[in-house]
Nanobody, 126 residues
Framework: QVQLVESGGGLVQPGGSLRLSCVASGRAISTYTMGWFRQAPGKEREFVSA????????HYADSVKGRFTISRDDSKNTVYLQMNSLRPEDTAVFYCAMTRAGARTLAIGTARPEFWGQGTQVTVSS
């Protein structure tokens, strides 16, 4: 059974930084695309970022380009999301996702994750 567990969320002031982590268990992530999605109150879940199985294919939502960085450490079965220059509109529950589909198909929405984490809250407020 695959389990994804996110951590690193919290309350941060505008302009601040957070680093989210997602640890997978039950299956090695090395052959999977890993991604991050988020859902703000009253809104649909949206794509944030994805990284292909070998790290060569990386995609970001336009709203986070230049501010967020996704990375993976297959030896730790973990994917990260470094979030800098955070804005109030980044406030959301962030979810980790895992799929055998390509990173681009996850980014454009033609593929859906096979596995989801339970989410971690990120609140950006002064």
């Amino acid at each position: 059974q695959v389990q994804l567990v996110e951590s690193g969320g919290g309350l941060v002031q505008p302009g601040g930084s957070l680093r989210l982590s997602c640890v997978a268990s039950g299956r090695a992530i090395s052959t999977y695309t890993m991604g991050w999605f988020r859902q703000a109150p009253g809104k649909e879940r949206e794509f944030v970022s994805a990284i292909g199985w070998n790290g060569a294919s990386i995609h970001y939502a336009d709203s986070v380009k230049g501010r967020f960085t996704i990375s993976r450490d297959d030896s730790k079965n973990t994917v990260y999301l470094q979030m800098n220059s955070l804005r109030p509109e980044d406030t959301a529950v962030f979810y980790c996702a895992m799929t055998r589909a390509g990173a681009r198909t996850l980014a454009i929405g033609t593929a859906r994750p096979e596995f989801w984490g339970q989410g971690t809250q990120v609140t950006v407020s002064s």
